[in-house]
């Protein structure tokens, strides 16, 4: 690996899982004609992080993974798809050239003959991962598997086994809810459902090769430790990180945002869809008087896009839109600048790493009861609860809000007794530094 940090590539043949592949004379950034493990010497051993999406929060685990497996010391491979070739974390990589931290592209979504890739999204996903660990392999010595997000393949090793053969791998599952019900947590009731993933779930902790399994939901170590496991691979809680960006100035914040001095600002932060709850959002906010400014921030998909653009000009004030990739400085920006943040989401039970940030800027959230959002917010002490996304639900819990306004009550203060305060990036990386050992 001591050429190039990228090569890009399409596959051979178009449905062949194990075809070789070549490289894209069409590409935009360095290209040879092999991938930059064909370079590795047979001495070096590489931990190899595979992510097939560097969407929505996926990309910041991938970064934080690399970086935690680099300062321990660890040379770090960073596998994921073409598509991604341009994103800011490939092209980070690419610029520094590191002799310990190199990024493969290669064509993870093309999707194989067969009726179980056809009916199965679990079965394509775990043909990617065997796939990029196949062509890695090839010529790199690999001591371990990081799977960043196994929710995509998890269920299938029940029946199947481990994607990565011989190598030992470790893993982190997010949005996993089939124990919520029988914990208390409001989540659909899906008996049979989650009776079946819960068995699943079980039977591939005993996996060969499976060191640690790591949650970001706190609630499912302790419902996995009264099912009695026996000979099963760890199931750790891994606190959902973000790095401990200081606040600046809210002035200071707004201005460089363009932003109102004096107005209420509401922040939708991140990856801008459907489950976002924005549409419900935004009805209710049309039919409101002396609403808060809406600031939607994160790149937003094209139906959502079609139905922000549509209901935009209904709004009074005017909504500030940044439909762009955010980066860390402007993500303290408009934490720093907004007087509070949406969580109404819409159909989602798992982790928010909003929610996270929120918490550290001590802003108010308006929050969805259900799932694992509901679980951290069931207090209220860190903002109004929503039962439902109905257009009076969202008003009241925005006059809710108005009135710590009105007040000129402090914001929200994070105490370090919360469990929201373990959410660091340090203690992230000592958590899978350990596993990496």
Known sequence: MDTVSIARYRSAAPHSPSASVLPDAEADVNVVSEPPSLHASTDEDWVVVIEPNFTGHRWRYVEWIAQACVE???????????????????????????????????????????????????????????????????????????????????????????????????????????????????????????????????????????????????????????????????????ADPFPEILAVDPLLARARLKLDAHARYLLVYGAIGERKGIRELMLALAHKDDAPCLVIAG?????????????????????????????????????????????????????????????????????????????????????PLLDNLDPATIARALEALAVLWNRDAPAVQPAQSNLLSRNTLEQFKRTLQAAMA
């Open 72 to 238: 321990a010391g660890h040379r770090c491979l960073v596998v994921t798809d073409t598509a991604y070739a341009n994103h800011p974390l490939s092209q980070r990589i690419a610029s520094e050239a590191r002799p310990d931290l190199r990024l493969a592209l290669l064509d993870l979504h093309t999707v194989p003959f067969g009726p179980q890739y056809a009916f199965s999204v679990y079965m394509r996903f775990r043909n990617f991962y065997a796939r990029a660990l196949e062509e890695v392999s090839r010529t790199t010595r690999v001591r371990l598997v990081v799977a960043p997000y196994a929710d995509y393949f998890f269920y299938t090793v029940a029946e199947l086994g481990t994607p990565f053969g011989k190598t030992p791998w470790i893993a982190i599952v997010m949005g996993m809810t089939f124990h919520h019900a029988s914990i208390g947590l409001r989540t659909p009731r899906r008996p049979i459902v989650d009776m079946a993933k819960s068995l699943l779930f079980r039977r591939a902790m005993r996996a060969h090769g499976l060191r640690a399994v790591f949650t970001i939901d706190p609630t499912m170590p302790d419902w996995f430790a009264s099912k009695h496991p026996r000979h099963a691979a760890t199931l750790r809680y891994v």
């Open 299 to 383: 790149v937003q998909d094209d139906e959502t896009r079609a139905f922000i653009d549509a209901h935009a000009p209904q709004l009074t004030p005017a909504p500030v839109i940044f439909n762009q990739f955010v980066s860390e400085e402007m993500e303290r920006d408009l934490f720093s600048a907004c007087d509070a943040v949406w969580l109404g989401y819409k159909q989602h039970y798992g982790m928010s790493g909003v929610l996270v940030q929120a918490y550290r800027f001590g802003k108010p959230v308006v929050a969805s009861a259900d799932g694992l959002i509901g679980w951290y917010c069931r207090d209220g002490s860190l903002g």
